[in-house]
């Protein structure tokens, strides 16, 4: 008998949701042929079988999300005994949606907290963020986004109670918690004539939620499918929890279009990729994240983490909605090796093939709107990234050139979303100027080998 286990496909996925039993119990199954479908915060994935034989038992039903490790089928091979294995053999990955938006921290995380005990005298101790009371067979399991989410909101996890399945705390539960909530003991009143009366409180306005209209006639009803509740959830929690601010500069890209207009059918025939802008700007971004490396940092609690690395996450658009793959160590490599890395990543991103670990670690992400013929754009920040830039479309405008005369360039917009806490708007304006100062004064000629 073999136990097939919910394989871990990350360092910092603690936990993973069974989409679909790809086989029932009493179906025979060869090795290597796909058993179910995963999903976890980053990609789905078909789990394929390490054994031949027969499927005996379901341990855990459609849709439900346990932590690595958890028992999740058995299969009689024909051997005899009890056999335990994480699901072996390469798994099958499928992308699924972060947001330029989702991320972890990449900081591993246990699966479970430590379940509080009573004390010698019999009484339970008091909650506190690493006991959690026990209010369910899951109730626990803490993933490392809901322990980041706490951490930064001021929430104590001991006073909240989780809505997933088995009392899980989940993200909406720590995004809808009030900071600082957690119950104390109220003092002795203090005789009334050495505390001045309070004033009273004002009650907050009711925020009113927006009308629902029931679907109608000539409407289309259907559900979110996972990978867009995965975006949506990302997309808030975001949007929540930075405090956002947005810096744009103009740029004078006429060296560049005039390279690449003359560069690109060469190049792709040299390195059988295409030359686009990105990976210059990549470049010229990665610069001046040296210069200025607190834009590349993260917040974690009360700390400020400076990775001395620069790990670029590239938003994709593709059939299922957003991902945002990683180029890892980007800071080491040259022009020609950047093109080759996002190429690389946004077919495979596409065709449902990228691995766990390449949508993980991101420090800062630039997304690419340009091309569909974006302007100006906000985007969201990539947690817990600090800033996102933003390429959009290039355009021939008029502009002063030198002498004050007027002439025709090719100009874009290039912006930043940047998290206030983190990052000023001195420091902003001074690492896009850096940026501009690139794009508009390198030669990339020699950096494109050519």
């Known amino acids: 008998m073999t136990t097939i286990q919910m394989p871990q496909l990350g360092e910092t996925i603690v936990e993973g949701t069974i989409l679909k039993w790809l086989k029932n119990e ?88 430590a379940v509080a005990t009573a004390s010698s005298s019999g009484a339970a101790p008091a909650p506190s963020p690493t006991e959690i009371p026990d209010r369910g067979p899951r109730s626990q ?19 909240v109670a989780g809505s997933g399945e088995g009392g899980r705390i989940t993200k909406a539960d720590v995004l809808a918690a009030t900071p600082g909530a957690a119950s104390v003991s109220t003092p002795a009143a203090a005789p009334a004539a050495a505390v001045p009366a309070a004033p009273a409180a004002v009650a907050p306005s009711p925020t009113l939620a927006p009308a629902v209209t029931a679907a109608g006639a000539g409407e289309d009803v259907q559900p979110m499918s996972h990978i867009r509740q995965a975006i949506a959830g ?67 609690g009360d700390s400020i983490v400076t990775p ?29 090796g950047i093109a080759r890395a996002i190429a690389d990543l946004a077919a495979r991103a596409r065709a449902h093939q990228l691995q766990p670990d390449e949508v993980q670690g991101a420090t800062f992400t630039i997304t690419n709107p340009g091309p569909y013929g974006s302007l100006v754009s906000v985007p969201i920040i990539n947690q817990p990234n600090a800033g996102i830039l933003s390429l959009d479309a290039i355009q021939k405008r008029p502009v002063v050139v030198e002498d004050d005369a007027i002439a025709v360039r090719h100009m874009v917009y ?18 896009l100027a850096r940026v501009k100062r690139n794009l508009e004064t390198w030669d990339f000629a020699e950096d494109l080998g050519l």
């Open 26 to 113: 009493g179906e025979t199954v060869a090795r290597d042929e796909p058993l179910f479908e995963i999903s976890t915060d980053k990609v789905d994935t078909e789990v394929p079988s390490p054994v031949a034989g027969t499927v005996t038992k379901l341990l855990v039903a459609e849709g439900a999300t346990v932590p690595v490790g958890t028992d999740v089928m058995e299969i009689d091979d024909g051997a005899g005994g009890a056999a335990s294995s994480s699901g072996a053999g390469a798994p099958r990955q499928q992308a699924a949606a972060t947001e330029p938006a989702g991320t972890t921290d990449g900081t591993p995380a246990a699966a479970t907290a």
């Open 141 to 159: 399991i803490l993933s490392p986004i809901v322990r980041r989410l706490a951490r930064e909101r001021g929430i104590d996890l001991a006073t």
């Open 234 to 300: 990302h997309m808030l929690a975001s949007t929540n929890q930075t405090a956002r601010a947005w810096t744009m500069v103009e740029v004078n890209v006429e060296r560049l279009v005039r390279l690449r207009t003359a560069a690109k059918e060469g190049f792709e025939q040299k390195y059988g990729v295409k030359l686009t802008y990105l990976p210059m700007v990549t470049r010229a971004t990665v610069d001046a994240l040296r210069e200025y490396p607190l834009v590349n940092s993260r917040l974690d």
């Open 308 to 336: 001395r690395f620069v790990n670029m996450g590239i938003a994709v658009s593709y059939d299922a909605g957003l991902i945002v793959p990683v180029v890892k160590g980007v800071d080491a490599m040259n022009t020609v």
């Open 414 to 431: 290039i912006s930043m979303s940047w998290d206030h806490r983190l990052i000023d708007g001195e420091l902003a304006t001074r690492f």
